[in-house]
């Protein structure tokens, strides 16, 4: 299988240089290099290195094919001869047909010396055609297989000298198929399409299920004040288990109407209803429904506000849950370099009949950004967001269990979930020197309960920089870097860096040479036998020759 794999890829590669001189212009690059990989410490906690290999290198990068009859032909065909390799092409005509193709293998190390670990093939394909003028037929295809073995060691196993490794075996296969049809106008546009899965287990535990999905929609835009656009929508899906005979359909009908007004205000209205019906031994159906509308108001190049409230019900006939909210977003441009954008959402969830476990929810979220841009040397910005979600469950007598039995009354278990995020980001550009961007987060977060076992804090900090400096003759050169700390009751570091250069002779050969670095160290002490800590030093050297037809 993977000979004859091979054999097809080394086809397609040959290829494309044989029909080079049927385009009336073209190019591309030949890269064929070596890397090498020196390792130290566990080979689980470094997700940057999972997927780098070591061994001889073939890429076919940045082909461009244009020929005479208006078709086209791209193609980036990367580390052919390893197993990371990712494979990209498009053949199209704008307004007749387009084929898009891709592959990529991915993989995950599990264990300090990495002899579990799972594989992912990934491949898909899309198309489109425009038989007449409005109307195009698309649809694809992808498949992915993974396979391979995982491993999960539960926290309680990380203070105990013998650590418990669970071994779980992971092989499936996963595929979608889709097509559907699309009309288009100056005004009007409808699009339907159908969409299958089906999920192929197979390990014993056979868990095998599909599904189908049914989608459509349809928008138009009325001459009626300043201009009234209309969008409706619906979605019929399909889960089903084959071996538990159990079976989940869902309807959902939505819509939305934007009104433009006089002095540049407009309203809109949002809806969507839908129905969740779950087939198995004990029947089960959950309505759903949401309503938003929202006023605005535009200040011609200037700035904007918008003011909106939404209700929400979730109802499947034993328990009922309703919430509210209101949405507050809006710009700011008082000059041609300085822009002002944010937005506050908050939503209030109540229990109108029955109980639920997660009680009464109030969950807020706001962001807010500032950018100043300067084109004689670049940009700088500073981005704020933050997410709290606060649940106030009460079990009160007559909370019935799943034999009927009660719940007797206990305390509040109250819980807050808090994440926020302050992103400083500078980028400098003067063609005499180069670019530079750096960039730091500071990210913190907390989940606190009753039980304050449970209670967890952390606080990141994440400064990144790349410069790119202006070439010197035949060389140019790059430099990257992370840094990564985590503490409070994480205590993680890691740092990563990145250097290349390239030196160009006989204009159109290139010799390249990049180097990383990764480090990762986590300090906590979860046991004896539990080393987390990892050292990568991986170089590569590459020759590239550029083509142009």
Known sequence: MKTGYMTLLVAFALSLLAISPLASDGTGSIKIGYTSVDEEGSLEVNQESFNIYEG????????????????????????????????????????????????????????????????????????????????????????????????????????????????????????????????????????????????????????????????????????????MALTAGYIYR??????????????????????????????????????????????????????????????????????????????????????SGFVIDGWLKPTEQLYFNGSFTTRSEDTDEGRRLLGDVDITRHQFTATYTDTSWGRFRVRW?????????????????????????????????????LTPELTLRRAAYGSLTVSYSLITGSFENVNEDANYFFRDHVLTGTVTPRAVGPFEGDFSASYFRSKRDNDIEKFNLHFGLTYTFLKTHHLEARYHAYNFDDFRDLGNNYTAYYTGNIVEVNLIKDLSF
């Open 385 to 421: 967001q933050q997410r709290v979600r606060e649940n106030d469950p009460l079990l009160t007598e007559g909370l019935t269990g799943g034999i009927g039995l009660t719940t007797p009354e206990t305390e509040e278990v109250n819980t807050r979930i808090e994440y926020s995020s």
């Open 56 to 227: 001889i290198g073939l890429s076919l990068t940045d082909w461009n094919f244009y020929f005479d009859n208006g078709v086209s032909l791209q193609a980036n065909l990367k580390n052919l001869t390893l197993n990371n390799r990712l494979l990209e092409a498009q053949v199209s005509k704008p307004g007749s047909f387009s084929f898009y193709a891709n592959n990529n293998q991915y993989r995950r190390f599990y264990g300090f010396d990495g002899s579990s670990f799972t594989r992912r093939n990934m491949s898909n394909v899309r198309f489109s055609f425009t038989p007449v003028k409005h109307v195009e037929f698309f649809g694809g295809y992808s498949l992915q297989d993974r396979h391979g073995l995982s491993e999960l060691r539960p926290l309680s196993s990380y203070d105990s000298d013998v650590i418990d490794t669970l071994t779980r075996v992971i092989d499936y296969k996963q595929s979608r198929i889709s097509g559907g049809l699309k009309w288009t106008n100056k005004k009007s546009m409808i699009r339907a399409f159908y969409r299958g899965t089906t999920f192929d287990d197979q390990t014993p535990n056979d868990l095998d299920r599909s599904g189908d999905e049914i989608n459509a929609v349809a928008s138009t835009i009325l001459d009626w004040q300043k201009g």
């Open 238 to 323: 399909k889960s089903a288990m084959d071996n538990l005979e159990s079976e989940l359909t869902t309807h959902q009908t939505w819509g939305a109407a934007k009104l433009a007004l006089p002095d540049q205000w407009q309203i809109e209205y949002r809806m969507s209803y839908g129905i969740a019906e779950r087939i198995n031994e004990e029947d089960r159906t959950v309505d759903n429904i949401f309503n938003q509308v929202s006023l605005g108001k535009n200040i011609k190049e200037v700035g904007g506000l918008r003011v909106g409230y939404e209700s929400r019900v979730q109802d499947d006939f034993i328990q009922k849950v309703t919430s």
